[in-house]
């Protein structure tokens, strides 16, 4: 157990970038042909992921690529803030790959209620809830809460962080680890209830990420602050361990829970330089 230090992800993208400027030149100086490129330029991005969030197969790839993008969506703020987010497609930093390059994803959110923070959080009048997907470099450890010590401990594969997830402090498992898919990927899931017993300020904090604490800790409408039940979904991005995940509060709408689910299926990788 030991407090982390969040890492530099400025440093990291940018040095994965040098490298591969540097990793390209060097391939181009060595080859025969001469491209010419006219207007300017290229840029590609390839978006990754597919699958239907009624789909209960398990699957090894990914069931779709999409076109490449000309332009790229708008950057969710990584601070935590009680904005209302308009409906839209925004981008997000997930995390790096071993040469320091990100790993980004794509997600969409429709219709009323919705608030911006480093991860969307959905509000109606009843309940709160949100999803999630990032690169974990921390679990929660001790009571959990956000000021408490955390385990840098992730395993090496998805079923090892799965096991470890399933042991988050104070929590008790409603779906045990079992094989499945998300996005069209093979992922290991596991449903989780985790208490919201932490003195305020503090909150509970499943995971650290790029993008900060991820928090799960919100006061319902009526000011009470009920369980929280949280699904983890585990996969292999390119060798990085990525976490895709979806909470509500106990006794939330099926509205809600759905809207969330339709949000966290059109989550899409995203790649290129």
Same mark, same amino acid.
């Given at each position: 157990?030991?407090?982390?230090v969040?890492?530099d992800v400025?440093?990291?993208?940018?040095?994965?970038?040098?490298?591969?400027?540097?990793?390209?030149a060097t391939?181009?100086?060595?080859a025969?042909?001469?491209?010419v490129?006219?207007?300017?330029? #290229?840029?590609g991005t390839?978006?990754?992921g597919?699958?239907?969030?009624?789909?209960?197969?398990?699957?090894?790839?990914?069931t779709?690529?999409?076109? #490449?993008?000309?332009?790229a969506?708008a950057?969710?703020?990584?601070?935590?803030?009680?904005?209302?987010l308009?409906?839209?497609?925004?981008?997000?930093l997930?995390?790096?790959?071993?040469?320091?390059?990100?790993?980004e994803a794509?997600l969409?959110?429709a219709?009323?209620?919705?608030?911006s923070?480093?991860?969307?959080?959905?509000?109606?009048s009843?309940?709160?809830?949100?999803?999630?997907?990032?690169?974990?470099?921390a679990?929660? #450890?001790?009571?959990?809460?956000?000021?408490d010590?955390?385990s840098?401990?992730?395993?090496?594969?998805p079923?090892?962080l #799965?096991?470890?997830?399933a042991?988050?402090?104070?929590?008790?498992i409603?779906?045990p680890?079992?094989?499945?898919?998300?996005?069209?990927?093979?992922?290991?899931?596991?449903?989780l209830r985790i208490?919201?017993?932490?003195?305020?300020?503090?909150?509970y904090?499943?995971?650290e990420?790029?993008?900060?604490?991820?928090?799960i800790?919100?006061p319902?409408?009526?000011?009470k602050w009920p369980p929280?039940v949280?699904?983890?979904?585990?996969?292999?991005?390119?060798g990085?361990?990525?976490?895709?995940?979806?909470?509500?509060?106990v006794g939330?709408?099926a509205?809600?829970?759905?809207e969330?689910a339709r949000?966290r299926?059109?989550?899409?990788f995203v790649?290129g330089e």
């Amino acid at each position: 157990m030991q407090d982390v230090v969040c890492p530099d992800v400025a440093r990291l993208i940018v040095g994965g970038r040098a490298r591969k400027r540097r990793r390209n030149a060097t391939r181009a100086s060595s080859a025969a042909l001469v491209v010419v490129l006219v207007g300017g330029g #290229a840029f590609g991005t390839t978006q990754l992921g597919g699958g239907n969030p009624e789909g209960s197969g398990i699957v090894d790839q990914p069931t779709s690529t999409a076109e #490449a993008s000309e332009a790229a969506p708008a950057t969710l703020a990584a601070d935590p803030g009680r904005e209302d987010l308009e409906p839209g497609t925004y981008r997000v930093l997930v995390g790096s790959d071993s040469e320091g390059s990100p790993i980004e994803a794509d997600l969409t959110v429709a219709g009323p209620g919705w608030r911006s923070g480093n991860f969307p959080v959905l509000q109606d009048s009843e309940s709160v809830g949100g999803f999630g997907v990032y690169q974990p470099f921390a679990l929660a #450890a001790a009571s959990g809460c956000s000021d408490d010590l955390v385990s840098t401990e992730l395993g090496e594969s998805p079923q090892s962080l #799965a096991q470890l997830l399933a042991e988050l402090p104070g929590s008790t498992i409603r779906q045990p680890v079992t094989a499945g898919e998300v996005l069209g990927r093979y992922a290991v899931h596991l449903q989780l209830r985790i208490p919201q017993d932490c003195a305020a300020p503090e909150d509970y904090r499943p995971a650290e990420t790029p993008r900060g604490g991820r928090g799960i800790t919100y006061p319902r409408p009526d000011q009470k602050w009920p369980p929280v039940v949280m699904d983890f979904w585990v996969l292999e991005l390119d060798g990085v361990l990525v976490v895709v995940d979806s909470w509500h509060q106990v006794g939330a709408s099926a509205e809600l829970v759905n809207e969330i689910a339709r949000a966290r299926e059109s989550i899409r990788f995203v790649t290129g330089e």
